[in-house]
């Protein structure tokens, strides 16, 4: 009868990426429930362990990665703006080819706005991930 044994493998530590890929998918996927960039980063920050920096630093390359589909839907809007934005209203001459310039810094200021809550978020998210990740340990 052959017997077989079982060695321990080495703890390997957690892939800070994968766990910020995951973070980031739980986030956009509740992004109609507010604070899901917090709920994101906090599952990126518990998945990375007790550390709090490091769950700090998971938590903002989950917010990172989550707001490239925002961007990129903000970017669409200005696309589709661009096409239908009558460029010719009062005071512009009706030869200025284009959308507005208002338009422009208006949705690139929202754009930025949105960056810093999703990443601002995440990271808090995952910060007090990895801080009840220690709580429970």
């Known amino acids: ?35 899901s960039t917090v709920i994101g980063g906090g599952i990126a920050g518990y ?13 903002a390359l ?10 990129l839907v903000a970017f669409a809007i200005l696309g589709i703006g661009t096409f239908t934005v009558v460029s010719s209203g009062p005071g512009m001459p009706a030869s200025s080819p284009g959308i507005p310039l208002r338009f422009v810094v208006l ?8 960056v810093l809550y999703t990443v601002g978020g995440a990271a808090l998210g995952g910060y007090l991930g990895a801080y009840l990740k220690e709580e429970r340990s």
């Not at 998945?47 to 938590?59: E, K, N, S």
């Not at 949705?107 to 949105?114: K, N």
């Open 1 to 35: 009868m052959a017997t077989t044994t079982s060695t321990t493998e080495t703890e390997r530590p957690p892939s800070t990426v994968v766990n910020a890929l995951l973070g980031a998918v739980v986030g956009v996927v509740f992004g109609f429930i507010p604070f």
């Open 47 to 59: 998945l990375q362990g007790a550390d709090r920096r490091a769950g700090l630093r998971v938590g």
């Open 62 to 71: 989950a917010g990172v990665i989550m707001a490239i589909p925002f961007a």
């Open 107 to 114: 949705l690139l200021t929202l754009v930025l706005v949105s």
